[in-house]
């Protein structure tokens, strides 16, 4: 032992652990893209843009992007590239995306002229001066900048079936499932690619295949219902429908999904995914198609029965385009709004990211004591900053009998109180002559 004559403190390390709050707001997004490539450059440039694009975005695997550096190697046409700038210009925040296999024709050709160079890249002339050109992309489909690796001529099942992927394989959308794993960071506002010219069987599919994997994922996902009545999943908790294409400049008219994810983001990010994204203001919507019919006071308005049949919409009121809608397709009562259910999937989600350094520990009172502690810390944080009108956790000993403690399990129960969005308020008018007094006072 050594000698001290003085005092020594050591840290106690027993106790409950703070956890913090898992992140809200990550997209995650399947569909195709092509590599980028400028009107004017060489056999070489060419090839080495299909390379940088490819060696970024791998089919079918997962990709974290936060950089529009990356997103600039995609062509301006791809539905990947236009996905994410559409939901950035609502909020930026990290994005998850999955690459599928399209078609050579998927996109509108880019005017790409490849010339003639020498081992140093520079440009041959003809004997006037003109540089002499290998080939353009009228002529060839080295210009087609959709091709890149993918120049099969697939139909619009196959793509649509590309985007569905295999849960086996984890491709398509299942590969999403592998984002945790291979990007450090779950998707959890959802959406893929949706062409009009999918069938209903191929909209189905991209749907169930939605569903199957923002259950484990704790996720949202978005879908539009407009000129689609299938029948799948009209009451999964975790489905966000929406009416309409929006107007978005630059881009012209859209799936709504992208937008729709940037405000639900945007909200997270500024008052906390507990509040309802309903009634907040698109920043880039400039347009609805179709435009529906709105009145704050009339039921039967088209935005109110589109509403009841716990679809979204996009309404304009207050000189700005708003998000209009808090319901999911949820048949439970319980998570009927949107903002509760994404309550409950982050305190699950913070609980089981940071109850990690309990797990395997003896069971003793303290380690009851102190899991309870963890958890109620969280509850207290999330009832501080509004999200919850309360919470508690503990764990009942009728629940936790010995024979259940001796094979290593062990129960505990947490309950909270969610902030409901006050979708409808009511005022009564009274008309009185109780203040005609006043006219001689």
């Keep these: 032992m050594s000698f001290l004559h003085g005092l020594k403190i050591y840290e106690n390390t027993d106790g409950g652990q703070v956890i913090p709050l898992q992140m809200s707001s ?4 399947v569909g195709t893209a092509a590599a980028y490539h400028g009107e004017e450059e060489s056999a070489d440039d060419f090839d080495a843009a299909n390379a940088a694009f490819e060696e970024m ?20 046409k791809s539905y ?27 996109e509108e050709a880019v005017e790409t002229v490849v010339y003639l160079t020498d081992h140093e890249n520079n440009v041959i002339t003809d004997g006037e001066g003109t540089p002499i050109v290998v080939s353009d992309s009228s002529e060839s489909e080295i210009g087609d900048a959709s091709a890149g690796s993918n120049p099969a001529q697939l139909t619009e099942s ?39 010219s999918f069938d209903a069987d191929s909209k189905e ?11 484990p994922l704790l996720a949202t996902y978005l879908f539009p219902k407009y000129g689609y009545e299938g029948e799948a999943l009209k009451t999964s908790k975790n489905a ?29 990010y500024n008052e906390g995914q507990w509040n309802s994204p309903s009634n907040h203001k698109f920043k880039t919507v400039v347009g609805v198609e179709p435009a529906v019919e709105f009145d704050l ?20 009121e207050g000189g700005a385009y708003r998000l209009w809608g808090n319901n999911t397709a949820a048949d439970v009562e319980k998570w009927r709004f949107l903002c509760v259910k994404r309550t409950s999937d982050m305190i699950k989600k913070t609980i089981a990211a940071g109850i990690l350094w309990a797990q395997d520990k003896g069971i003793k009172r303290t380690f009851v004591e102190d899991v309870t502690a963890s958890v109620n810390g969280v509850l207290n944080e999330i009832k501080l900053n509004g999200g919850i009108l309360g919470g508690e956790c503990w764990a009942e000993a009728e629940k936790n009998p010995a024979s259940a403690i001796k094979q290593g399990k062990i129960r505990f129960k947490y309950k909270f109180g969610p902030v409901y969005p006050a979708q409808t ?10 203040y005609v007094t006043e006219i001689f006072d």
């Design 205 to 215: 599919a991209i749907e169930i295949a939605l569903r199957t994997v923002a259950e």
């Design 26 to 29: 990550v997209y995650g997004i």
């Design 240 to 268: 966000y429908y929406l009416a309409q294409k929006v107007k978005v400049a630059s881009y012209g008219v859209v799936d709504p999904c992208a937008v729709t994810a940037g405000l639900i983001a945007y909200v997270d």
């Design 425 to 434: 308020m009511e005022f009564e008018e009274v008309v009185t002559d109780e």
């Design 158 to 196: 196959e793509v649509a079936a590309n985007i569905v992927g295999n849960a086996t394989d984890k491709t398509g959308i299942y590969a999403l499932k592998s984002a945790k794993s291979l990007c450090n960071m779950a998707p959890t506002l959802l959406f893929a690619e949706i062409r009009d």
């Design 80 to 106: 990947l590239r236009q996905a994410i700038e559409m939901a950035w210009g609502e909020q930026k925040t990290h994005t998850v995306v999955v690459r599928v296999e399209g078609s050579s024709e998927d």
């Design 57 to 76: 975005f791998p089919l079918n695997k997962p990709v974290l992007v936060t950089k529009t550096s990356q997103v600039a190697l995609m062509s301006k």
């Design 297 to 316: 006071m009339d039921e039967s308005s088209e935005a109110n029965v589109i509403n009841n049949q716990n679809i979204a919409c996009v309404v304009y």
